[in-house]
């Protein structure tokens, strides 16, 4: 259940927490005194669209913490897990919502940062808001189907039927891609293998890249590079007056200086050592220039093979590796359409097959939810006679349509609020007072298939009174049997069902609005009561009034 909600510098909200309890949470106050702001809140903390214009007026920071202790924390654990944040201990949940004025904001799971998308699925999991205008969600055939899909336990059927739908889809996606274009198939068939032809006639490899450019200016520059090179290895080793012959007879000349001056033997090993060098290099040089090819054929046949690599270049990408990926894409599409007719006769069969088993599963899913549809309007009619429909009627009617993503069913809620009057569709009979009556029901009558263990209701009971409003009371009270429910509400024949009844107000400081709310219990809870009967002219009378209504509402 929700345990705590703290916020600071929300609104009119200066600073203000609440502690709320086990079964039914009330909370009154006078229009205007900001039971809103913590309805606003509570959906700010969820993962709600945070505004800056909502911080307090003179402030830089707007924070919202709400505090959950979880009897079954498994499915937020695992949430959290894959969200990669600390999961709750002994069921502890915390999160913190901040909104700045700079824009900015922060959103906190157990202290740890969180994404505004993680506090809405968290949300999704734990509060169920129904605001003052959110029944009017009843009248949607969507929100109706979901309704009943619930209570029939249809989960998972009806993940079996769209698993199959969404199968089925893909195949007529693929069967029109490969049907499309078919004039211009021939066409596209001689263009692709064209391409492909081209790009494989070339068989290019990673040394058509800077090899081949290496070996074109090698071939280019094959008589100045033969010139110098057999400079050069005349200088070394192979001419008169050598630098190998100058450093033989320096040899020479260090071996008689040896026999004078020691160190001079080191010297001579040094200079047999750079001779040694020189001969390998001589060597190394003579090997490398007779590799050297100066044939003209050749330079042409180099020239030619850069020219045919840059066309292909130019047309399919711009390196070598580039090239070949164009041409593996090319020729799987070709693969594609050179198969064209055998994958379009197999597709079809498999969407035959996959039609006969949506049409089995849908079947199926329509007897499920024809069973339920019996079973929730029965329950709903029930609830409704306990709201003051006294001889009212509830209708859940199917009607076939084509297969859709969630079944092959239209659902719509019937309603007769008096004897005599024909079913007809709820949206075209039903006041905003009647449709909030009807999702009261609606939600009392799932209370037990709902796994969301927090529901809130925000003046659900507007546009009621009198002894409906007690109805209302006695059953947002049996809902907190399975929930913990918190209702705002401006009925006092409502209000006194509470387990834990809170009062807001405001008032104002150093020429400041602020708002408080406060726990009532005792005589407290006497005059908050005998101000929604009477207003501001408390009697003797109305306070006994009051007295009598609370007592009445034993449970």
């Known amino acids: 259940m929700l345990t705590q909600l703290s916020v600071r510098n929300l609104a009119i909200v200066e600073e203000a927490s609440v502690a709320f309890g086990p079964g039914l949470n009330i909370i009154t106050g006078e229009t205007g005194a900001g039971k809103s702001v913590l309805m606003g809140a509570l959906d700010l903390v969820l993962g709600g669209r945070a505004d800056k214009s909502a911080i307090r007026e003179g402030a830089q920071e707007a924070s919202v913490e709400a505090t959950f202790s979880l009897s079954a924390p498994e499915k937020v654990d695992l949430l959290l897990t894959e969200s990669g944040l600390p999961s709750c201990e002994e069921g502890a949940l915390l999160i913190r919502r901040l909104i700045s004025a700079a824009g900015t904001g922060r959103c906190l799971v157990n202290d740890a940062q969180a994404t505004l998308q993680t506090l809405r699925k968290i949300g999704c999991l ?19 189907r979901r309704v009943l899909d619930a209570y029939g336990h249809c989960e998972t059927v009806l993940s079996a039927y769209t698993e199959t739908w969404q199968d089925r889809e893909a195949c007529k996606r693929q069967l029109a891609e490969l049907q499309g274009g078919a004039a211009n198939v021939t066409e596209e068939i001689d263009r692709l293998q064209f391409m492909v032809d081209e790009i494989s006639a070339a068989h290019l490899s990673e040394a058509d890249e800077e090899e081949l450019i290496q070996r074109h200016a090698e071939a280019a520059n094959a008589e100045q590079i033969l010139s110098l090179g057999s400079a050069i290895a005349s200088a070394l080793v192979d001419g008169d007056s050598s630098a190998f012959d100058l450093l033989a007879s320096t040899q020479t000349q260090l071996s008689e200086l040896a026999n004078i001056l020691p160190e001079a033997g080191d010297w001579r090993k040094e200079t047999q050592n750079i001779a040694t060098q ?10 490398r220039l007779s590799k050297i090819d100066s044939d003209p054929e050749r330079l042409q046949q180099l020239e030619e093979r850069m020219a045919l690599v840059q066309k292909l270049k130019r047309k399919y990408g711009g390196n070598v590796v580039a090239i070949l990926e164009t041409c593996e894409k090319h020729e799987l599409r070709l693969q594609d359409l050179l198969t064209r007719t055998e994958r379009i006769e197999k597709l079809n069969t498999t969407l035959s097959a996959l039609t006969v088993t949506l049409t089995g599963k849908a079947n199926r899913l329509t007897e499920a939810r024809k069973a339920a549809a019996l079973k929730l309007a029965k329950a709903i009619t029930t609830e409704l006679r306990d709201l003051g429909f006294l001889k009212s ?26 004897p005599g009057e024909p079913m007809r569709a709820l949206k075209a009979i039903a006041s905003s007072g ?4 009807v999702m009261l029901a609606v939600k009392a009558v799932l209370a037990s298939h709902d796994s969301i263990p927090v529901l809130v209701f925000d003046e659900i009971d507007a546009n009621i009174g009198g002894e409906v409003g007690r ?27 509470g387990q834990q009844h809170y009062r807001v107000t405001k008032d104002v400081v150093k020429n400041r609005t602020r708002m408080q709310i406060t726990l009532l219990e005792g005589p407290a809870r006497v005059d908050e009561i005998a101000r929604m009967l009477g207003g501001k002219g408390l009697t003797s009378v109305i306070e006994s009034h009051a007295r009598e209504l609370l007592a009445s509402a034993t449970f």
């Not at 020189?278 to 090997?287: C, T």
């Not at 109805?471 to 069902?497: E, N, W």
């Open 126 to 144: 734990l509060v169920d808001i129904h605001g003052p205008y959110d029944h009017q969600s009843l009248l949607d055939s969507d929100f109706q």
């Open 393 to 418: 009627g509830f209708s859940v009617d199917l009607s076939p349509i084509d297969p859709a993503p969630h079944g092959a069913d239209d659902i719509s809620f019937g309603f007769a609020p008096n």
């Open 471 to 497: 109805a209302v009371g006695q059953k947002l009270r049996r809902v907190a049997k399975d929930h913990q429910v918190i209702s705002i509400t401006h009925l006092p024949q409502s209000a006194v069902y």
């Open 434 to 437: 009647e449709i909030a009556r």
């Open 278 to 287: 020189l001969q390998e290099l001589g060597r190394a040089l003579d090997d």
